[in-house]
């Protein structure tokens, strides 16, 4: 089985020590193989930020793959942005804006959707498109194939449909036919597992709420996913697993599962359930 840590919009700059600490406690618990970081490093691309997540980054004991978000570009010095846009970013996390992971059972490649001429819409280029596409064809039947990009790719409500990443239509009929299963993302801070529709193959957007930042959204406390994927002849099995930060016990309890069941084994649907209070 492989583990993955889900986490996204950590906002360094407006975190919360208590909710930091109980994600780090989680982490050494859950002992995750991967953590994927889905954008909004920081708050304001200030070198400071940058060096805060780089620390919180290393507590977690895990490989990581990282891409901006559209916080992580300066709003503000616009000669930086339009120079330089990356380069705090990269000082903390290296030059590499699209890393890709690849185990004998997960193939997880990531999008840079930010731009420096958009100030938090992101967007997906047909050159990137077809990146993608191209990495998800030389998956195996054995790996679980996600893509991470920062702004979703579907959305629930309607208040969130502006901030549809540019392009995902397209994006989502290629990497559905090139066989991906997940897509990965945040900027909304909306936790969510839905199923795409009308796509030539079953796909899922999974969205992260914000994991440790005070900009929590109405209803939607401090949460993180955990990925639970179990490849075998006949008992492949994906479970996507809501964690959030309950203040009472200072940690974060189970609170949703969704058991997803890619196309290539078995029939495309989720089934949701919802565990009450649960620790383990």
């Not at 840590?5 to 407006?14: N, Q, V």
């Not at 993608?132 to 920062?150: C, D, E, I, M, N």
């Given at each position: 089985?492989?583990?993955?840590?889900?986490?996204?919009?950590?906002?360094?700059?407006?975190?919360?020590?208590?909710?930091?600490?109980?994600?780090v406690?989680?982490?050494?618990?859950?002992?995750?193989?991967?953590?994927?970081?889905?954008?909004?490093?920081?708050?304001?691309?200030?070198?400071?930020?940058?060096?805060?997540?780089?620390?919180?980054m290393?507590?977690?004991?895990?490989?990581?793959?990282?891409?901006?978000?559209?916080?992580?570009?300066p709003l503000?010095?616009?000669w930086?942005?339009?120079?330089?846009p990356?380069?705090h970013?990269?000082?903390?996390?290296?030059?590499?804006?699209?890393?890709?992971?690849?185990?004998?059972?997960?193939?997880v490649?990531?999008?840079?959707?930010?731009?420096?001429?958009?100030h938090?819409?992101?967007?997906?280029?047909?050159a990137?498109?077809?990146?993608?596409?191209?990495?998800?064809?030389?998956?195996?039947?054995?790996?679980?194939?996600?893509?991470?990009?920062?702004?979703?790719?579907?959305?629930?409500?309607?208040e969130?449909?502006?901030n549809?990443?540019?392009?995902?239509?397209?994006?989502?009929q290629?990497?559905s036919?090139?066989?991906?299963?997940?897509?990965?993302?945040?900027?909304?801070?909306?936790?969510?597992?839905?199923?795409?529709?009308?796509?030539?193959?079953?796909?899922?957007?999974?969205?992260?709420?914000?994991?440790?930042?005070?900009?929590?959204?109405?209803?939607?406390?401090?949460?993180?996913?955990?990925?639970?994927?179990?490849?075998?002849?006949?008992?492949?099995?994906?479970?996507?697993?809501?964690?959030?930060?309950?203040?009472?016990?200072?940690?974060?309890?189970?609170?949703?599962?969704?058991?997803?069941?890619?196309?290539?084994?078995?029939?495309?649907a989720?089934?949701?359930r919802?565990?009450?209070?649960?620790?383990?």
């Open positions: 089985m492989s583990v993955v840590l889900h986490l996204s919009d950590t906002h360094f700059g407006t975190e919360q020590a208590p909710v930091v600490e109980a994600l406690a989680l982490t050494r618990q859950q002992q995750p193989d991967l953590v994927v970081l889905s954008g909004d490093v920081t708050q304001r691309a200030r070198p400071a930020q940058f060096e805060a997540a780089q620390a919180f290393g507590r977690l004991g895990a490989p990581a793959l990282v891409i901006p978000g559209n916080h992580d570009l503000f010095d616009l930086a942005r339009w120079r330089h990356y380069a970013y990269i000082a903390a996390f290296g030059a590499n804006l699209e890393p890709v992971h690849a185990s004998p059972d997960l193939l490649v990531c999008v840079n959707t930010t731009r420096a001429a958009r938090k819409n992101g967007e997906v280029s047909a990137q498109i077809e990146h993608v596409a191209h990495t998800l064809a030389g998956a195996s039947a054995a790996q679980l194939r996600v893509v991470v990009v920062h702004q979703p790719v579907a959305v629930t409500r309607p969130d449909v502006p549809l990443l540019r392009g995902h239509a397209a994006a989502l290629r990497w036919a090139a066989g991906a299963d997940l897509v990965l993302g945040g900027h909304i801070h909306l936790p969510y597992v839905t199923a795409i529709p009308c796509l030539a193959r079953p796909v899922w957007a999974v969205q992260a709420g914000t994991a440790v930042s005070s900009r929590v959204r109405t209803g939607a406390p401090n949460s993180v996913n955990l990925l639970r994927w179990e490849a075998g002849s006949g008992q492949a099995r994906c479970r996507m697993e809501r964690w959030c930060f309950c203040s009472t016990v200072s940690a974060f309890v189970r609170t949703d599962v969704s058991d997803i069941q890619p196309a290539r084994c078995g029939a495309p989720a089934s949701h919802r565990p009450t209070n649960s620790h383990s």
